[in-house]
């Protein structure tokens, strides 16, 4: 399912939250390294590991979930962790609320640490 059927299916789809959800830019990048994804919640971005997730292209979905669970969590409570409200927003989703990506990232020659949080409150 895509994740805009998602959101719709969550009940997450209310005008204010789309709007808002459709200002973000999602950046592929070829820097990161153990991070699968961060979300920045002020500046309306998420950023996916390029070199990762042409790896693991079927991680992709729940990537981006994460990531789009942060800002819709940051949307709603002005900031946002790996919490409840994390969690419960990923089950809504579909996803498994796991904070760590679990990926192999031995050939990006880097840790294998999960997922950092550009945690700003808007
Ligand atoms: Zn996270």
Redesign the pocket.
Known sequence: METHQRLIAAGLASPNLREYLNSVRIILSNRMRGCAGTASIRKHVVRLNARLLTEHRDRVPEVLA?EVA?LIDGYLHGRSS?GPQWKELMGRLGFEAK?CHGMDTSRLKCKSVA?S?INTAS
């Open positions: 994460h942060h790996h904070r997922h949080l």
